[in-house]
């Protein structure tokens, strides 16, 4: 047994040896003997208004009293929970259409796709359609708010440039991505 | 007795009712009177003594913070009481003890289970504390018999927290070394 193990065990038997110590038993009639000699205390009026203020205050309700407050509580309740959730509902009602328009008079390309970080750069997702009356292909699309990158994919190889965008960006790769800005009300590309 | 039967007697005290202040008294006549005796070795002194510190404690009741536990507010009262009476009488009964920082361990000796169990003898322990300094053993006392946290422990003492905590320690080790200085001489 080391040294620390043999403290350890003789501290447990000094603090055992301290639980259980007798105690002398006190003279009989002490109490009595004590109270004897107290006056009843005669408070102040600070005393009494500091017991007033510290006092154990207790409740009653009655139950035309608790329905109206308990309906009250709970519409309140209610109402934060709908305050709550108002961000989530709102992020999905907020999805702005916004209109990609890249021209073509003389319709050379015979298919063009919108591909962007908003679809994964996947080009089957967002497939544009020719206006002949605009002379231009067009897609119309729901965006959240935000600002999001886009090129057109013309005939499924060649990668354009919106010119139309105020916007571009470096895509790391020598590139420009056209930048498309949502804030959250119907816009165009810019 | 929890805390808020407490405060609601001591209210009432302070209201104007003596009587409820007995049940106070009961509860805490007991250790108020032992601590007297340790500290006087006299039955009738401590006694007197121990009512002395209830009636100061009654007198002084409204500066007692509510809310906070009574026993060790009543507790450093009552070694307030004890001190004045010492010192009145110019007395000192503490039993002398050595410095525990001068005691060589006997480290030679081989130390067997056997042997560590025969000193396993909690009486004597609790003799060794008694023989403290009042210092050391009220605060011994205070942590392991009646459970007062460091900070209550400082309080009744009208020590620092660290002062407590140094004061419980050393007692510890004051009554181990000295534990094993009678054990070895046996």
Redesign the interface.
Known sequence: MTDEQKDRLLDETIIKGIRSMPEAKTPDGFSARVMAGLEPKRPSLWTRFRMWLIRPQSLTFRPLQVIPVATCAVALLALAFIQTNKPISEDIVSLSTVRFVMNDTSMEASNVSVIGSFNNWKAERSVMWYSKTAKAWILEAQLPPGDHEYLFLVNGETLVPDPRAQMTRDDGFGNKNSIMFVNGIDEQAL | MDE?RED?II?E???????A??VL??KY???V??LM?RNVGD?DT??DL??EA??RA?QR??TFK?GKRFFPWLYSLSLNVARDWLRKKGRDIHVFMENASVMV?D?DRP?T?AA?ND????????E??MQLDQKYREA??LR??HDFTMQEIARALGITVSGAKMRVSRG?DM??HQ??EVSDDR
């Open positions: 808020s609601k209210r005290v302070l209201l104007g009712d003596a009587q202040f007995e008294v009961r006549q007991g250790p009177y032992n005796l039955v401590a006694a121990a009512q209830f009636t009654y009741l409204e509510m361990r480290e130390d289970q560590l000193r396993l003898d909690g009486g004597k322990a609790f060794l504390v011994l006392i392991f018999r510890l009554v181990r534990f094993k």
